[in-house]
Nanobody
Framework: QVQLVESGGGLVQAGGSLRLSCAASGSIFSISAMGWYRQAPGKQRELVADITSGGSINYADSVKGRFTISRDNAKSTVWLHMNSLKPEDTAVYYC???????????????WGKGTLVTVSS
């Protein structure tokens, strides 16, 4: 079993900051990528940012320059630092991990339960 434990969501005023964290644990041999996605009411889930074990990073255009993703491979943890938050950033944020359970089993895609971020205007 794999677990992704997310924390750090909440209510913040526009222009404020939040930091999300996600820690992976369980039957994991390796994690090739971790990332954050979000889903706003009535919208599809979208990529916010992801980072590979080698440090390659992707950001959605809408968050470039405001959000920063970082990762500690040894701790299987990823963080999303969100600055200059806007009301349109309001969504449930989901942690994602692409992992293998051995050298020949995987990769598998796993999602956290999500954490709500609400940005008030």
């Amino acid at each position: 079993q794999v677990q992704l434990v997310e924390s750090g969501g909440g209510l913040v005023q526009a222009g404020g900051s939040l930091r999300l964290s996600c820690a992976a644990s369980g039957s994991i041999f390796s994690i090739s990528a971790m990332g954050w996605y979000r889903q706003a009411p009535g919208k599809q889930r979208e990529l916010v940012a992801d980072i590979t074990s080698g440090g390659s990073i992707n950001y959605a255009d809408s968050v470039k320059g405001r959000f920063t993703i970082s990762r500690d491979n040894a701790k299987s943890t990823v963080w999303l630092h969100m600055n200059s938050l806007k009301p349109e950033d309001t969504a449930v944020y989901y942690c994602n991990a692409v992992y293998s359970t051995s050298w020949c089993h995987g990769p598998w895609n796993y999602w956290g339960k999500g954490t709500l971020v609400t940005v008030s205007s």
